[in-house]
């Protein structure tokens, strides 16, 4: 019942841009650090972004740093990852998951389906 609902994927060219969304439904969002993860065909989860409740604190993995933010807005109980400069490896399903801990995503409890983005010429 308590789960996350992404938002926001699609079919995009390398260079260009996309916004993803991630919102609750059932809970509010407030008291959780929000990650963002995919998986590409063949290989494993991979985390790539984190921030905490507050949104004062946020980590990005090598893969994607300078290229993608993340960030929250609380009071609509939704997080976002603008994705820019898209490469064709950035090809996965894209999850978001609520962390128990305010300001790590570790402890993951509640995932959302996911979003496909492609990334293709």
């Known amino acids: 019942q308590l789960q996350l609902v992404e938002s926001g994927g699609g079919l995009v060219q390398p260079g260009g841009s996309l916004r993803l969304s991630c919102a609750a439904s059932?809970?509010?969002?407030?008291?959780?650090?929000i990650g963002w993860f995919r998986q590409a065909p063949g290989k494993e989860r991979e985390g790539i972004s984190c921030i905490s409740s507050s949104g004062g604190s946020t980590d990005y993995a090598d893969s994607v740093k300078g290229r993608f933010t993340i960030s929250r807005d609380n009071a609509k109980s939704t997080v976002y990852l603008q994705m820019n400069s898209l490469k064709p490896e950035d090809t996965a399903v894209y999850y978001c998951a609520a962390s128990l801990l305010s300001r790590r995503c570790e402890r993951t409890a509640y995932w959302g389906q996911g979003t496909q983005v492609t990334v293709s010429s």
């Open positions: 059932g809970f509010t969002l407030d008291a959780y650090a």
